[in-house]
């Protein structure tokens, strides 16, 4: 109970700081410990190194299960609903593209040594991107995100650099194929683990509770010394990194890059879909969604193989989460998981039940 | 660029203008009931274009006449929307949250466009829509016309009904203090869902306009969204005058880039104009009313 609302227990009294919430809980690291197990097992279950086709959704997860733990860096602790995030992810898939072939970077293992610049140079823009749109609050800095994105997409179609709509080619690592797709998968893996390592020590630092004094109340926040444009600018760069990242290794797994795929949409939507779906501001929430969603998505193009139907289903599932469960799957089992423990009695749930179960979304 | 380009740009704006300002009236005015940025908004246009196109094509029925079934039915669409989700998002996030809601509107209509039509592009037809009347020099298509006509005659209606009825007095009334309309016998939620059933069905007028100047498929709605934004968020969002003043402004300035530059970069004054906005003046340049900026 130290962050700033702490400090003023008085104005909201149901509040439990969000950093109490899983698993950052007793038996968390443990939980962290078999879950890494398990996906570092997967590849060599039945069915996984095998399948071409469980490997190549395997890769998606892991991109995901990366790009949004990094958008959640910035939307989950700071509160501000960022839906420009594909900006990044396409600037680092063409700053992949673009070095292998102005550098003519050998395909294979060397390329993987890129994937840094990706990050950094995506990180690079999100700096003035981050000072035009943090001038605006809330739903406003929504819609300038939203706006950014459409400019870098015209930009991607236009420029000459970037290859017009056909976009640019990269050259395919030289691996045969269920090797191809386990060793992306385990590249995406250490990208995984690295961002979540980033935003657990995010959570833990006096920077992450600035980030979330900010999203609990900015101008209270402000008021005691938080210095917000700064804070919310820091953690905007931050979570552009590996979102970068995620881009490039994408760009060399699809052996390319163009505007509508670099620049996707349904990329912003997605990275807010499951971030809401597991519970944003959480550690675990983030990787939850992106595992049910994308895998669930990847299944779902391969069975239906349509559009149409496929775009229904998505939609009244974002819906359905959006309203029965606002507050995402991870916030709402361990909410239940408290009050189980506070009708068993016991110290721990005492105090839990004593500040009672958090009112506030998020 | 020639003189006579400049122009015809110029005029060319101010037609498409209207078409565009009767595109983003619906957006205007949901955000100014609801505080709801409805990102379906693009999406709600195409729905509209390809009612339009679905009368026209299997029962012959005329595109101006047809907005006789095609209004209310999407009027009908805006008032469930309302009533099904608008009013179930929390008053604290609302906005932000409602992005969320609208953007999944939208990817479910373009589902069932996609469903029902394919990606295919198509295009309303009418005899006027290849017609045209010649002015000096110039050629001005004739649904371009009727379009103008059609906004200012709809955008008029609003005015209307939103400041000349006691609907709209209502409604204005529950939109500076919710809590006072409620005590003076205001049914707020009534009116909101009416509000925002308005809203969607003049969209349904502004998509047959569309749908009979551009060809579309179930994904223009992405194109179109970023556009209607801009016009709305420089017209002020919730001002229908500022967005039909907005709409002729930006679609003037996007022609002229078009003629004077290449017609690829003139997207990018739309952007611009949203950023620039939101970052320099969040209320808009015509809107007055205070930014509700948290």
New interface residues.
């Given amino acids: 109970m130290s962050s700033a609302a702490g400090t003023d227990p008085a104005a909201e009294p149901g509040r439990t700081p969000a950093v109490t919430v899983l698993p950052t809980q007793r038996g968390g690291w443990l939980v962290a410990i078999v879950a890494l197990a398990v996906a570092i097992l997967f590849p060599f279950v039945e069915g996984g190194a095998g399948d071409e086709g469980t490997m190549s959704i395997a890769f998606f997860v892991v991109i995901y299960m990366a790009a949004v733990s990094a958008w959640n860096i910035f939307t989950g602790y700071s509160g501000y609903?960022a839906?420009g995030h594909a900006v990044f992810f396409g600037t680092g898939a063409y700053t992949l593209a673009l070095a292998v072939k102005d550098w003519n970077v050998p395909a294979g293992w060397t390329t993987m040594w890129l994937l840094p610049l990706c990050g950094v140079v995506a990180g690079a823009l999100a700096i003035p991107l981050g000072l035009?749109a943090l001038?605006?609050?809330?739903?406003?800095f929504?819609?300038?995100t939203?706006?950014?994105f459409?400019?870098f997409q015209?930009l991607a179609?236009?420029l000459s650099f970037t290859g017009g709509t056909a976009g640019i080619q990269v050259v395919s690592p030289p691996w045969t194929y269920p090797v191809y797709n386990v060793n992306f998968y385990y590249v995406g893996l250490v990208v995984v683990v690295a961002t979540l390592a980033l935003s657990w020590s995010v959570r833990r630092s006096r920077f992450g509770l600035q980030l979330m004094a900010i999203r609990d109340d900015e101008d209270r926040a402000r008021g005691m010394g938080v210095k917000t444009t700064r804070v919310k600018l820091a953690a905007f760069v931050i979570s552009a990194v590996p979102v970068g990242i995620a881009g490039g290794l994408f760009a060399n797994f699809q052996n390319g890059v163009y505007p509508q795929g670099a620049f996707d949409?349904?990329f912003d939507?997605a990275l807010?879909?499951m971030g809401?779906i597991g519970g944003i501001g959480t550690l675990s929430g983030p990787l939850l969604g992106a595992l049910v969603l994308e895998s669930l998505q990847q299944k779902f193009t391969q069975i239906f193989s349509?559009?149409?139907?496929?775009?229904?289903?998505?939609?009244?599932l974002?819906?359905a989460v959006?309203?029965l469960l606002?507050r995402g799957i991870v916030p709402s089992v361990a909410e239940q998981i408290r009050s189980w423990r506070a009708r068993r009695g016991g110290r721990t749930a005492e105090a839990a039940a004593g500040s009672g179960l958090p009112k506030v979304?998020? | 660029m020639s003189f006579d380009a400049l122009v015809e740009a110029i005029i060319d704006g101010v037609l498409t203008g209207g078409v565009y300002a009767l595109m983003a009236a619906g957006l205007s005015l949901i955000f100014g009931v609801m505080d709801i940025?409805n990102i379906a908004q693009g999406a709600m246009v195409v729905l509209g274009a390809y009612l339009s196109y679905v009368l026209s094509v299997h029962l012959g029925i005329d595109l101006f006449l047809g907005l006789l079934i095609t209004v209310p039915a999407m009027l009908l669409l805006g008032m469930f929307l309302e009533w099904g989700?608008m009013r179930?998002l929390?008053e604290g996030?609302r906005?932000?949250?409602s992005?969320?809601?609208t953007?999944?509107?939208?990817?479910?209509i373009?589902?069932?466009?996609?469903?029902?039509f394919g990606?295919d592009y198509d295009q309303l037809s009418a005899p006027y829509i290849n017609s045209s009347v010649h002015i000096l020099n110039f050629y001005l298509p004739d649904i371009y016309i009727f379009g103008f006509a059609l906004a200012a005659v709809v955008m008029a209606g609003l005015y209307v009904i939103f400041f000349r009825t006691k609907f709209g007095r209502g409604l204005r009334a529950s939109l500076q203090n919710r809590t006072a309309a409620d005590l003076i016998g205001i049914n707020v939620n009534r009116t909101r869902m009416l509000a925002v059933g308005i809203g969607v069905g003049v969209t349904a007028a502004g998509g047959m306009v569309y749908g009979a100047t551009n060809a579309f498929n179930?994904g223009s709605g992405?194109d179109l969204i970023?556009r209607l934004?801009?016009i709305v968020?420089l017209g002020g969002m919730g001002s229908i005058g500022g967005a039909m003043a907005s709409a002729v402004f930006l679609l003037v300035a996007a022609d002229i880039v078009a003629v004077a530059w290449e017609p690829?970069?003139s997207?990018?004054v739309f952007?611009a104009a949203?950023?620039l906005v939101?970052?320099f003046r969040?209320q808009g340049l015509f809107g007055a009313r205070a930014?509700r900026?948290?």
């Fill in positions: 609903l839906l035009v001038r605006t609050r809330r739903h406003v929504v819609v300038v939203i706006a950014f459409f400019i015209t179609t236009n949409p349904l939507l807010a879909l809401f349509n559009d149409g139907l496929y775009l229904i289903i998505y939609g009244a974002f819906l959006l309203l606002p979304a998020r | 940025i989700f179930r929390r996030d906005t932000s949250m992005i969320l809601v953007y999944a509107f939208a990817i479910i373009e589902g069932f466009l996609t469903l029902s990606t179930p992405y970023s934004l801009a968020i690829t970069w997207i990018l952007y949203i950023i939101l970052s969040p930014a900026a948290q």
